[in-house]
């Protein structure tokens, strides 16, 4: 009788939400289902990584259409999303549209320091953006289901912290459950890191949301059983194993997965791991994008826009359909076992089969996983030559230790090959820097544009809370299309704004870049009134710092209303960490005060 009663009732909820567009998760014989209008829904979806690229969603959308994606996944929302959601919705593929909380410590995806216990004002911001998210989107007919938070736990270190978070989180998702009955919820955490905490404190989520790469994946649904788990899942990060999962190294340097077990891990996994689990609604391909650093290689479906292996995987996996043009196969790449001395020419072991017989482009790069995160994720190019006879060279970099050596084979139909090896580079003068942090060319500019910048305007001083930043400022523009916008509105007490890297430390984490042989810094400012006495420069974090500048210079100045180029000579300095980018303090007398900055550059 009470299978009978369940039945009934799943009937009653089904034909409700076939009749108003309800998307509904529910049980039915033993096996979760996710509905859509009444009718079955299952998630063929990737991670969307072109957010800013507003311009290519008609195309980006038309490909994954072709790829069988009906789904996309965002971690947040920002001014481009109802673009977003149009163009998805145009081309019938929903959206599990993120609602980004912060994380208590720094991790992959955000530099935050976020305190649970202490940052009450925070926490009530988080809970309004997310009610303020869900009925600016909650009408629109991409939108599947809320993602609330990413990977939280996982970096968020205290216990009682982590408590905090959850009832938070079981305050936004009962909050959202009471704005909008239309779209379930999710929670995304890496692994099975979040299972305990939102069993026991978040009720309120529908389904959960599992990060997990490899054949780890196979394991979720036994995990959930473990704990006596009764809810639904999506994989909502899957590839092939990630680094921090593989134990193997070769000359000091972690051995990645080929390209083949790259396409076999999603176009095998999914049917063999994900596919067939009773508890499963479907999956996120991590990720559909370009690259041109560490992580694309290994997970992204493009490497500088070329198609790699797991873009024809997806194919595979989501439609039965084979590559139209295979991805060109390196079958063997070797390079010396013996430890070389830097700048040397070392000879390439390459054999490369292309299944097309399509035209070849081979290059090369490097990358060392030390220092710090932006130096380890650099891939730099290498310079390589040729001949009859000796085949493949390239000259070893100026640069001390173990080497991740990278060959790159690109065919005439945009498809990219790509297989890596080590190699141990002695170099002495590259043994003494102090601080390895990326080495940039020049001219360097700390801001332009206000987009994809090298330094964050997260270093907020003084009476920040009068103080508004705009960094894309498009009512006042020296060069190009904005200019950082620094708005003080108090008649009184100084302020001041730090270009940081990375973005919420305080010299208690390595970061910056190396801009030696630049000689001078310069940039363009004006400000709302005359004569508003400034203090611009670069360099913030002092030696009692673990991580400071290696440098510090500011000038003091009276700007006018008139935009207008001012200089600081650097010919004598040790720019070999400047981890602040760019300085600015002033002081308000009488009045508030707009300051407007554009075109600071190294060179």
Same mark, same amino acid.
């Given at each position: 009788?009470?299978?009978?009663?369940?039945?009934?009732?799943?009937?009653?909820?089904?034909?409700?939400?076939?009749?108003?567009?309800?998307?509904?998760?529910?049980?039915?014989?033993?096996?979760?289902?996710?509905? #859509?209008?009444?009718?079955?829904?299952?998630? %063929?979806?990737?991670?969307?990584?072109?957010?800013?690229?507003?311009?290519?969603?008609?195309?980006?959308?038309?490909?994954?259409?072709?790829?069988?994606?009906?789904?996309?996944?965002?971690?947040?929302?920002?001014?481009?999303?109802?673009?977003?959601?149009?163009?998805?919705?145009?081309?019938?593929?929903? #959206?599990?549209?993120?609602?980004?909380?912060?994380?208590?410590?720094?991790?992959?995806?955000?530099?935050?320091?976020?305190?649970?216990?202490?940052?009450? %004002?925070?926490?009530? !911001?988080?809970?309004?953006?997310?009610?303020?998210?869900?009925? /600016?989107?909650?009408?629109?007919?991409?939108?599947? /289901?809320?993602?609330?938070?990413?990977?939280?736990?996982?970096?968020?270190?205290?216990?009682?912290?982590?408590?905090?978070?959850?009832?938070?989180? !079981?305050?936004?998702?009962?909050?959202?459950?009471? !704005?909008?009955?239309?779209?379930?919820?999710?929670?995304?955490?890496?692994?099975?890191?979040?299972?305990?905490? @939102? &069993? %026991?404190?978040?009720?309120?989520?529908?389904?959960?949301?599992?990060?997990?790469?490899?054949?780890?994946?196979?394991?979720?649904?036994?995990?959930?059983?473990?704990?006596?788990?009764?809810?639904?899942?999506?994989?909502?990060?899957?590839?092939?194993?990630?680094?921090?999962?593989?134990? &193997?190294?070769?000359?000091?340097?972690?051995?990645?997965?080929?390209?083949?077990?790259?396409?076999?891990?999603?176009?095998?996994?999914?049917?063999?791991?994900?596919?067939?689990?009773?508890?499963?609604?479907?999956?996120? #391909?991590?990720?559909?994008?370009?690259?041109?650093?560490?992580?694309?290689? @290994?997970?992204?479906?493009?490497?500088?826009?070329?198609?790699?292996?797991?873009?024809?995987?997806?194919?595979?996996? +989501?439609?039965?359909?084979?590559?139209?043009?295979?991805?060109?196969?390196?079958?063997? +790449?070797?390079?010396? *076992?013996?430890?070389?001395?830097?700048?040397?020419?070392?000879?390439?072991?390459? !054999?490369?089969?292309?299944?097309?017989?399509?035209?070849?482009?081979?290059?090369?790069?490097?990358?060392?996983?030390?220092?710090?995160?932006?130096?380890?994720? &650099?891939?730099?190019?290498?310079?390589?030559?040729?001949?009859?006879?000796?085949?493949?060279?390239?000259?070893?970099?100026?640069?001390?230790?173990?080497?991740?050596?990278?060959?790159?084979?690109?065919?005439?139909?945009?498809?990219?090959?790509?297989?890596?090896?080590?190699?141990?580079?002695?170099?002495?003068?590259?043994?003494?820097?102090?601080?390895?942090?990326?080495?940039?060319?020049?001219?360097?500019?700390?801001?332009?544009?206000?987009?994809?910048?090298?330094?964050?305007?997260?270093?907020?001083?003084?009476?920040?809370?009068?103080?508004?930043?705009?960094?894309?400022?498009?009512?006042?523009?020296?060069?190009?299309?904005?200019?950082?916008?620094? *708005?003080?509105?108090?008649?009184?007490?100084?302020?001041?704004?730090?270009?940081?890297?990375?973005?919420?430390?305080?010299?208690?984490?390595?970061?910056?870049?190396?801009?030696?042989?630049?000689?001078?810094?310069?940039?363009?400012?004006?400000?709302?009134?005359?004569?508003?006495?400034?203090?611009?420069?670069?360099?913030?974090?002092?030696?009692?710092?673990?991580?400071?500048?290696?440098?510090?210079?500011?000038?003091?100045?009276?700007?006018?209303?008139? @935009?207008?180029?001012?200089?600081?000579?650097?010919?004598?300095?040790?720019?070999?960490?400047?981890?602040?980018?760019?300085?600015? +303090?002033?002081?308000?007398?009488?009045?508030?005060?707009?300051?407007?900055?554009?075109?600071?550059?190294?060179?």
């Amino acid at each position: 009788m009470c299978q009978l009663k369940l039945y009934f009732l799943i009937l009653y909820v089904l034909s409700i939400a076939k009749m108003d567009g309800q998307i509904a998760v529910a049980k039915e014989g033993g096996n979760w289902g996710l509905f #859509v209008a009444g009718e079955p829904y299952e998630i %063929k979806g990737v991670t969307f990584g072109y957010d800013s690229d507003i311009a290519k969603y008609e195309d980006y959308c038309k490909e994954l259409s072709f790829l069988g994606v009906n789904t996309i996944r965002t971690w947040a929302t920002g001014e481009n999303t109802m673009a977003l959601l149009d163009a998805a919705h145009k081309h019938g593929i929903r #959206v599990m549209l993120g609602i980004w909380m912060r994380h208590g410590r720094p991790g992959m995806e955000d530099d935050d320091r976020f305190d649970y216990l202490k940052d009450a %004002k925070g926490k009530e !911001e988080m809970f309004r953006n997310a009610l303020k998210v869900v009925n /600016m989107y909650k009408d629109h007919p991409a939108v599947l /289901m809320w993602g609330v938070g990413n990977e939280v736990y996982l970096n968020t270190a205290k216990d009682e912290e982590k408590v905090v978070y959850s009832q938070l989180l !079981e305050r936004v998702c009962s909050a959202i459950k009471k !704005e909008d009955v239309k779209h379930p919820i999710v929670s995304v955490e890496a692994w099975t890191f979040g299972m305990d905490w @939102w &069993q %026991k404190y978040v009720p309120s989520l529908d389904v959960y949301g599992l990060n997990s790469y490899g054949p780890g994946a196979n394991l979720l649904a036994e995990e959930l059983q473990k704990r006596g788990i009764d809810k639904p899942y999506i994989i909502t990060e899957f590839g092939v194993t990630g680094e921090w999962d593989v134990n &193997q190294q070769k000359n000091g340097v972690i051995v990645a997965p080929n390209d083949a077990q790259k396409y076999e891990a999603i176009a095998k996994g999914y049917p063999n791991w994900i596919r067939n689990k009773s508890a499963n609604l479907g999956v996120f #391909v991590f990720h559909y994008a370009s690259g041109t650093d560490f992580m694309a290689p @290994w997970l992204f479906t493009h490497y500088n826009g070329m198609k790699r292996p797991q873009y024809w995987a997806i194919r595979e996996a +989501f439609t039965g359909e084979q590559a139209i043009n295979k991805v060109p196969e390196i079958k063997r +790449f070797l390079l010396s *076992a013996n430890a070389l001395e830097s700048n040397v020419w070392v000879p390439v072991h390459l !054999e490369v089969k292309d299944v097309e017989e399509d035209s070849l482009t081979i290059s090369f790069a490097y990358n060392q996983r030390t220092g710090s995160r932006k130096r380890r994720d &650099q891939l730099i190019v290498l310079e390589h030559r040729w001949n009859a006879e000796a085949g493949y060279e390239i000259k070893l970099p100026e640069v001390d230790g173990p080497v991740k050596v990278y060959a790159l084979v690109e065919d005439s139909y945009g498809n990219m090959g790509i297989e890596s090896t080590g190699i141990v580079v002695n170099d002495e003068e590259a043994k003494k820097i102090k601080y390895l942090v990326p080495k940039v060319a020049l001219p360097f500019y700390v801001y332009k544009d206000g987009e994809n910048e090298p330094y964050a305007a997260s270093a907020y001083m003084g009476n920040y809370k009068a103080m508004k930043v705009v960094t894309r400022c498009e009512e006042d523009v020296y060069s190009g299309t904005a200019a950082l916008k620094i *708005a003080y509105n108090q008649d009184h007490n100084w302020y001041g704004l730090g270009l940081v890297d990375p973005a919420n430390v305080w010299g208690d984490v390595l970061g910056g870049y190396d801009i030696s042989g630049a000689k001078k810094f310069s940039f363009w400012a004006k400000a709302s009134k005359k004569n508003v006495k400034v203090s611009i420069g670069f360099g913030l974090i002092g030696k009692n710092k673990p991580f400071p500048d290696t440098a510090k210079k500011a000038i003091e100045i009276k700007l006018t209303t008139k @935009w207008k180029k001012y200089t600081i000579k650097t010919k004598n300095l040790d720019l070999s960490c400047i981890r602040s980018g760019f300085t600015f +303090f002033s002081s308000s007398y009488g009045s508030g005060q707009d300051v407007f900055i554009d075109e600071v550059v190294f060179e």
